[in-house]
C-alpha cells in the first residue's frame, strides 16, 4: 500500500525549530521528486519545496528561502524539512506529497499531515 | 510569481447539477513540449488534498468521470457534470510550468 506518514510536528516559540519527518512506503521512493505544501488557518494551500530523487535539484518558495531546508534519506525512505527561525506565519497543517519520477507536479500521494503552532 | 485566479470563491450546488470553476494564470503555462502545466485537486473537509487532473485535461486514477478538465495557456477550466454529495470540499488549481509552484486561492463547494 502507497502511504506517505508525517510526523515531528508540535508548538514553538518564535524563533525556535523543528524538524517533520515524511515516511514512505509502498513505492520506490528513491525514484520520486517529492515536496512539501502547507495550509495556514483559514487560508489555501502553499507550496514550500520539492526535491528530486537524488536530493539534487531542490527550490524552495520565497518565504521559506534561508530558513527551511529539505532533505531526504533514501536508505530510510525518508523525507525531511528542518524549520529554523519560525515565525507565527509559518502555523500550519504541513503535508508531503509525492510527484513524477522525472518532474515535480500530478501529486498523487499526499500523508496526512502534521501541525505546527508557532506561538509565544 | 505567478498568480492563480480562482473564481467562484464559493459555489453552491445542487445535487444533480452541474458545477464550473475557472483558473486563470498571470502566465502562461503551456510549455513548447504542447503540455499545460496545470493540476486540480480537491480537499475534503478534514482530509487530506487529492489529486483530481493534470496536464490540463487528464484525469488521474480512480476519479470518477463525471469530473473534466479542459483549457490551455491561461484558461482553465474544472467541470463536474453532476454534482454529488460526497463532492463537497475546497478545490485548487496549481500551476507548475513555472517555479515557484502555486496555487489559487480556492473554491469551496457546498451543497444547496
Known amino acids: 500500500q502507497v502511504q506517505l506518514v508525517e510526523s515531528g510536528g508540535g508548538l514553538v516559540r518564535p524563533g525556535g525549530s523543528l524538524r517533520l519527518s515524511c515516511a514512505a512506503s509502498?513505492?520506490?521512493?528513491?525514484?520520486?521528486?517529492m515536496t512539501w505544501i502547507r495550509r495556514a488557518p483559514g487560508k489555501g494551500l502553499e507550496w514550500i519545496s520539492y526535491?528530486?530523487?537524488?536530493?539534487?535539484?531542490?527550490y524552495y518558495t520565497g518565504s521559506v528561502k534561508g530558513r527551511f531546508t529539505i532533505s531526504r534519506d533514501n536508505t530510510r525512505s525518508t523525507l525531511y524539512l528542518q524549520m529554523d527561525g519560525l515565525r507565527a506565519e509559518d502555523t500550519a497543517i504541513y503535508y508531503c506529497?509525492?510527484?513524477?519520477?522525472?518532474?515535480?507536479?500530478?501529486?498523487?500521494?499526499w500523508g496526512q499531515g502534521t501541525t505546527v503552532t508557532v506561538s509565544s | 510569481d505567478i498568480a492563480m485566479t480562482q473564481s467562484p470563491l464559493s459555489l453552491p450546488v445542487t445535487p444533480g447539477e452541474p458545477a464550473s470553476i475557472s483558473c486563470r494564470s498571470s502566465?502562461?503555462?503551456?510549455?513548447?513540449?504542447?503540455?499545460?502545466?496545470l493540476d486540480w485537486y480537491l480537499q475534503k473537509p478534514g482530509k487530506s488534498p487529492q489529486l483530481l487532473i493534470y496536464?490540463?485535461?487528464y484525469r488521474a486514477s480512480g476519479v470518477p468521470d463525471r469530473f473534466s478538465g479542459s483549457g490551455s495557456d491561461t484558461d482553465f477550466t474544472l467541470k463536474i457534470s453532476r454534482v454529488e454529495a460526497e463532492d463537497v470540499g475546497v478545490y485548487y488549481c496549481?500551476?507548475?510550468?513555472?517555479?515557484?509552484?502555486?496555487f489559487g486561492q480556492g473554491t469551496r463547494l457546498e451543497i444547496k
Open positions: 506529497a509525492r510527484a513524477l519520477p522525472t518532474d515535480f507536479y500530478n501529486l498523487d500521494v
Open positions: 509502498g513505492f520506490s521512493f528513491s525514484d520520486y521528486y
Open positions: 526535491i528530486s530523487g537524488s536530493g539534487i535539484t531542490i
Open positions: 502566465q502562461s503555462l503551456l510549455h513548447s513540449n504542447g503540455n499545460n502545466y
Open positions: 496536464l490540463g485535461s
Open positions: 496549481m500551476q507548475a510550468r513555472h517555479t515557484p509552484i502555486t
